[in-house]
């Protein structure tokens, strides 16, 4: 493989451009973004993932990777463009329509293009198939398809997309071999080769089958907390089973991947996949939820901080975030500051932005909000409460530093005291 175009320049997209351009294949990337080819051009990168930074520099610098907002004739073309949920939790398409149009313009025999991002079932053969074949080509014969979903952790990308397995799907077994032959320029892990459907709905189960028992697990702090037990220990106890493994409750479920990837199982077939909407809307409840214990804790007008508002720990990214999702419940209602150190409009002094709060709500566990000094953040609260929706901090550490401590998934008065519980794990 001489030469790829990367279409979308993104959380996925850029650094699987970075792998390739790194292990000698030429990388022409794609985006319709003027000021994200500029950065990237210019040796830089607009996302935030450890190491990718150092390759687009080296990279770019030896001429392996140019960016532009049109499609350049390529000996394969790989899709990595965004597919959000509409209002009516359907996928939009859009962005996946209009690049294969870009791509069928220069289309020629022998090419290969692979659809990365993550679609609805059949959406390859249903959607992307035909509008390539508006080159005139036929897939399967004159050209390879296939489907290749990214399986990645954020945070993570650049190790995982070498070491982990990939599931990929052709439209015929000789698109699946093609792709499989790409990959393997950087891929260690295995490569299962499927159809494009098989393909599709992996990467959507794997998405829903946590999404689901996030659920199970938020649905068991409600019960907890009703009951007055903690479900922190529940879960803890339960998966010393060795055949049990509940996930962990908390305020939602974030990101373009948990947050979205069922929605596009049910719209394939919203009469015969009850459990997997139930579960969604368990999820996107826990805002609602945490707004509601919030109003039991503080009055209305009462300041206060939220810790993290990103989808999860460690990362920049916002996407389908359920802090955000909160924060807008409570915005009419109350004062709400947001500390955050990986989102540059939030990076600011905690202790400066707690003065005279009246709750400081922990809702990412991030891990740099383990240097809080809490006696420190105690002093400047108008009253020291906490609420920590992620079971971040000891209880015994908060009560220490003087705060009233109420954690999401427990009742105020359930089980044994923070004292006891400390000297059970010990014995262990």
């Not at 068991?220 to 529940?234: F, P, Q, S």
Request: overall charge negative; hydrophobic content about 40%.
């Amino acid at each position: 493989m001489q030469q790829i175009s990367v279409l979308g320049l993104g959380y996925i997209g850029l650094p699987t451009a970075a792998m390739f351009a790194s292990h000698g294949v030429k990388v022409f990337g794609v985006d319709v973004n003027e000021e994200t080819c500029r950065i990237i051009n210019n040796g830089g990168v607009h996302i935030e993932e450890p190491y990718l930074g150092e390759i687009i520099k080296e990279q770019v610098a030896r001429g392996m990777i140019i960016c532009s907002s049109e499609v350049q004739p390529a000996d394969a073309f790989l899709i990595a463009v965004p597919t959000p949920i509409t209002k009516e939790k359907t996928a939009d398409l859009s962005y996946v329509i209009s690049a294969g149009k870009s791509v069928a313009k220069v289309l020629k025999r022998g090419d290969l293009v692979v659809l990365e991002s993550t679609v609805p079932p059949r959406c390859t053969l249903d959607v992307l198939l035909p509008v390539l074949e508006e080159s005139g080509l036929k897939a399967g014969e004159d050209f390879h398809l296939a489907h290749c979903p990214e399986r990645v952790l954020p945070g993570q990308i650049i190790y995982e997309l070498k070491h982990n397995n990939r599931v990929i799907g052709g439209v015929n077994m000789e698109s699946a071999e093609k792709a499989r032959e790409l990959y393997s320029v950087f891929v260690e892990g295995e490569m299962y080769l499927t159809d494009t459907v098989t393909a599709e709905l992996c990467k959507l189960m794997e998405n829903t089958y946590r999404d689901v028992n996030i659920a199970l697990a938020n649905e068991l702090a409600k019960i907890c907390e009703r009951l007055g037990t903690n479900a922190w220990d529940v879960i803890k106890y339960a998966n010393k089973h060795p055949r049990v493994n509940i996930h962990q409750p908390g305020p939602g479920v974030g990101g373009h991947c948990l947050a979205i990837d069922p929605w596009f199982v049910v719209e394939s077939a919203p009469d015969i996949s009850p459990i997997i909407e139930l579960s969604r809307n368990t999820n996107d409840s826990m805002p609602q939820y945490v707004a509601d214990k919030i109003k039991d804790l503080v009055p209305h007008g009462s300041k206060i901080v939220v810790l993290g508002c990103t989808y999860k720990p460690d990362i920049d990214d916002l996407r389908e975030s359920p802090i955000m999702d909160l924060v807008e419940l409570l915005n009419d209602n109350y004062e709400v500051v947001i500390v955050d150190p990986f989102i540059n409009d939030y990076d600011v002094n905690v202790y400066e932005a707690a003065t005279n709060a009246e709750l400081v709500i922990l809702g990412v566990h991030h891990k740099k909000f383990a240097a809080i000094d809490l006696v420190k953040l105690g002093k400047v609260l108008k009253t020291p409460v906490l609420l920590d929706t992620r079971n971040y901090f000891s209880r015994s550490d908060v009560e220490r530093a003087g705060f009233e401590y109420h954690l999401l998934g427990a009742s105020d008065e359930s089980g044994i005291t923070a004292a006891e519980r400390e000297v059970a794990s010990t014995d262990e």
